[in-house]
């Protein structure tokens, strides 16, 4: 393509994006597509000839669209929320469109130390101490997979020089919480410690790990001749965004030579909001933290950040230069390919570069707010209305209810429960997702798209009142 | 920021990148920045307050722009070509606007099935047979990891679910080939294998593995009582794109039980021309391989294409399922978290979409039977010309080659080598990478940029002549 021909589609795909979020509240939230039914419509074989983009933007209109899920839109209330806004989209295109890759520092310098800048504005977004390194990742998954294998490594005298996690001597020991999300037990099968190595450690009332008995496992273990390698702590977990005591655990981990990384994938945005972090206490204390500014922050994605207290233990793990990667300049520069699995990376600083300028602190920060506000207002209406529940603490913007008709328990409320929700997810209104807290279903709001108002939270409550009604 | 304000910003940046790629060439190919210049020219701390979008363009003008090396510039030789064509950015523009997330094929059903419809395309068009299932994934580095994770757990017996790479009876051996690509041993390394139990294969005088080494390895491997786990061959390697003998090398990986990972990262594009799947002959017989069509392809980065014989050996090893991840048609659907380490995922697919309808398989082909051509054209003018060396055949797009003077050898050549790279280099006039063969510095010329065509090899290669005679 040409760029002649580029800018003339260009200029239609931006008015294309523009319309798409300007109407997006018209649109159902949740495709109703059926398995294979998109697949269907899509030729077998690839086309030899080249088409015109008119046909593309056709058939994106009619087979994809249908097809999507709408993850900005007011009423998604889904999973999490993963904003992507419209400046972190423009600061994308300039990535892509530039084409840089950053295969070393000096394939691209400015790649380089604009995400060493960008990576250090958002340390001091959320209240971090300077002796934290960042650098991005693709996802909260990867970037706890590399924290446990440098804890794997550390705790094993740096065996991948030599026998590996073979040649381990005692088995290494991982623990997470019962509410960890499931990439960190992935994280911990894949880095090798194997399940048998993975301790589900008990959580308190509001579903936050209890030090405690992080301690008597931990115990248990070394008199049993483990070693204990690595604790993961997470500040606002999946299911409730409960708050694992950071400090308390990290007073464990300091007593017995533990790593400790701390997974705040979702929750670390909140950290811009001065009065959020005592969510966190104690994470000066760690080895390595996660959270996600593609998530509620509006960053695009993929854009993870990993800090780090003790670069050298993580380029300890990752760094390999052949010749054909070396350049003079390797001794005053960061290769970033030292700091995490691919090679090649894209310059995704540019998303959070133009984020936080378009937006600025206060920007980002008000959002925030708004959003803390509306979870606030929803809590009061649940907890005052007749037969709803409300299952967890509601620290940030996620609500875990239920709606408890009397007589309803057991399988029966579980089924009105998953009917209700189902009833709400089909009818394109708004997007729940339903989950198993303490055995039971339940029912997540996580609230925080970008064009979420009160307004939009008013009328959810209202819809959950008629269709849990209905069902009940 | 609002849909109406992007729409006006984004025509300026469609403009702005229709503009850089038409002007690129008369760009220096690469920065001329010093370490931390860039850095220094940035705030140190972030923007309290929302700034207009019109002073992001300035300093990416001012700061980033000189601070970048030019990928897609007609004279860059360097690396490999990493081209992100036009029609593949629009692509890209299309998944970030519309800001879908893939957690799950229910979080937008579109997402998987165009994902796998463009996988089993690509399958096609590189003369697969039907008996691959495909998945996009980062980099290359990824795809390895993840085919050495799934080689060490099938030759464990899915011990993750047990004790983990820990508890092993006998240390599991990997084989390379010393001109593996370096992201071979580092994942090997990552997945605990140990650097101890890495082997690096001997190989041919055209840099090519040799199977009876590989053979012999594996023999003695298995008398002193290790178990042989896995072995890559790579389809075109980083210094030289040789061509390890798949076939030979599948049929000792047949006879001793090793998994068969492909590595054919840079060249694997090249098999959508008939004339080249020699190049990988015996790869059906693979458990996994990797391409990028991030690379010579024209894809915008990331996308790498991974494929396995067995989806069930991958997912085994991948797959995780919360509560919150469930959905009611899981059995009919496949979920791509479980394909890979992440668990979100952009919408990837559209930028091999866009890319395969804009440039038709036609086009593609043409394109890269044009680099295969000027790779030719100079080779020919280096053979026939006096005091130049061709170290290595040139199969595909990558010459191998050093200026060697009457009298000039050793450390005396190499400084040689290095004088007149670095003078093309630091003149911006192009871009090569210096790398070392058999202890000795040579220069690499890696032909396939999207906008070069034989008058910028014509150019190249005075600019050798000119750099080289006066460094002699």
């Known amino acids: 393509m040409t760029p002649e021909e580029f800018r003339r589609v260009g200029h239609e795909l931006i008015d294309r994006i523009a319309d798409y979020r300007a109407g997006i509240a018209e649109r159902p939230v949740m495709s109703a597509r059926k398995p294979g039914e998109t697949r269907a419509m899509l030729p077998k074989a690839p086309p030899q000839r080249p088409e015109p983009f008119e046909a593309v933007f056709r058939d994106l209109d009619a087979i994809v669209m249908p097809g999507l899920s709408h993850w900005q839109h007011p009423n998604f209330f889904g999973y999490f929320p993963a904003n992507s806004e419209l400046s972190s989209v423009l600061g994308d295109y300039l990535s892509t469109g530039l084409g840089a890759l950053g295969l070393s520092w000096q394939a691209s310098p400015a790649l380089t130390e604009l995400e060493e800048v960008v990576a250090d504005w958002m340390r001091q977004l959320v209240g971090l101490s300077d002796s934290w390194s960042g650098v991005i990742q693709d996802t909260a998954s990867t970037s706890t997979l590399i924290a446990l294998i440098c804890a794997r490594e550390r705790a094993n005298g740096y065996g991948l020089a030599k026998g590996g996690l073979q040649a381990a001597r005692a088995p290494l020991v991982v623990y997470v919480s019962a509410h960890s999300h499931s990439s960190v037990e992935k994280a ?57 005591p950071v400090d308390a655990i990290a ?171 189902e009833a709400i997810n089909s009818s394109g209104d708004a997007y729940l997702t339903p989950a198993i807290l303490d055995g039971r279903w339940m029912v997540r709001v996580s609230i925080g798209a970008l064009p979420t108002e009160r307004s939009h939270i008013e009328a959810l409550w209202r819809r959950l009142q008629e269709e849990a009604g209905a069902a009940g």
Chains 1, 2 share one sequence.
């Open 188 to 244: 911990a099968l894949l880095a090798g410690f194997g399940r048998d190595n993975v301790r589900l450690i008990d959580f308190d009332a509001d579903y936050a790990m209890r030090a405690d008995a992080l301690e008597a496992v931990v115990k248990a273990d070394i008199a049993a001749g483990r070693t204990p390698c690595a604790v993961v702590a997470t500040t606002g977990t999946t299911a409730t965004t409960a708050l694992d």
């Open 251 to 421: 007073a464990v981990a300091k007593r017995h030579g533990l790593w400790l990384h701390v997974d705040a994938a979702m929750a670390g945005s909140a950290m811009i909001l001065p009065e959020c972090r005592w969510m966190w206490r104690g994470v000066e204390a760690a080895d390595s933290l996660v959270f996600n500014p593609h998530k509620w922050l509006g960053a695009a994605f993929d854009c993870s950040l990993y800090y780090v207290r003790d670069p050298r233990q993580l380029t300890g793990v990752m760094s390999t230069t052949p010749s054909y990667l070396r350049s003079s300049v390797d001794e005053e520069v960061k290769n970033l390919r030292d700091w995490g699995i691919p090679l090649g990376r894209r310059f995704r600083a540019l998303k959070l570069w133009c984020l936080l300028r378009a937006e600025g602190v206060e920007g980002l920060q008000a959002r925030l707010r708004r959003d803390l506000e509306n979870a606030q207002w929803l809590k009061r209406e649940v907890e005052r209305a007749p037969a709803w529940k409300l299952l967890a603490p509601v620290p940030l913007q996620t609500l875990c209810l239920r709606h408890e008709p009397a007589g309803l328990e057991g399988d029966a409320l579980d089924k009105h429960t998953l009917a209700w929700a």
